[in-house]
Nanobody
Framework: EVQLVESGGGLVQAGGSLRLSCAGS????????IGWFRQAPGKEREGVSC????????YYTDYVKGRFTVSSDYAKNTVYLEMNSLKPEDTAVYYC??????????????????WGQGTQVTVSS
């Protein structure tokens, strides 16, 4: 059974940093691609950063480029999202998700079948 557990969310002031972790079990990274998504109140879930199955490529949405960095520790089956220079508009519930599809590296939400429970990130101004 594929399971994903996020951690590391919290409250931070604008300009601050957080590192989110996504611990996976029931699979290995050559089997599934991993993505980070977020959903703010009243908005649709959107892709933030995604790693292609097997680690072939990495995608960042435009509004986090240069501020967020995704990385993985295959030995720990864990993916991280380092978030710097946080802005109030980054406030959302952040989810990690897993996909069987190589094409899911573009962070297309409907290609991800397995989801974690989410972790809240709140950035105060």
């Amino acid at each position: 059974e594929v399971q994903l557990v996020e951690s590391g969310g919290g409250l931070v002031q604008a300009g601050g940093s957080l590192r989110l972790s996504c611990a996976g079990s029931g699979f290995t990274f050559d089997q599934l691609g991993i993505g980070w998504f977020r959903q703010a109140p009243g908005k649709e879930r959107e892709g933030v950063s995604c790693i292609q199955r097997g680690g072939g490529s990495t995608y960042y949405t435009d509004y986090v480029k240069g501020r967020f960095t995704v990385s993985s520790d295959y030995a720990k089956n864990t993916v991280y999202l380092e978030m710097n220079s946080l802005k109030p508009e980054d406030t959302a519930v952040y989810y990690c998700a897993a996909s069987l599809y190589y094409s899911a590296a573009n962070c297309q939400v409907d290609l991800y079948a397995f989801w974690g429970q989410g972790t809240q990130v709140t950035v105060s101004s």
